[in-house]
């Protein structure tokens, strides 16, 4: 798939929630680059309040 998802398989599996985020973010390199900093892998989950702030 992507690097974000190659990353994060090396840890466990995501959900498929968030297999869809790292899909979308893939497919638009400035969402990726603005959101990416924001996106916790480990408890998958972004910070939308930091990031829209």
């Known amino acids: 798939m992507s ?29 990726k680059s603005a959101v990416l900093p924001f996106v916790d892998l480990d408890r998958e989950s972004i910070q939308w309040e930091q990031w829209l702030a």
Do not use: K
């Not at 190659?6 to 929630?17: C, E």
């Not at 869809?20 to 638009?28: G, P, R």
């Open 3 to 31: 690097q974000i998802f190659s990353i994060q398989s090396q840890a466990r599996n995501p959900s498929v929630q968030m297999r869809a985020v790292l899909l979308i973010l893939e497919a638009d390199p400035y969402l």
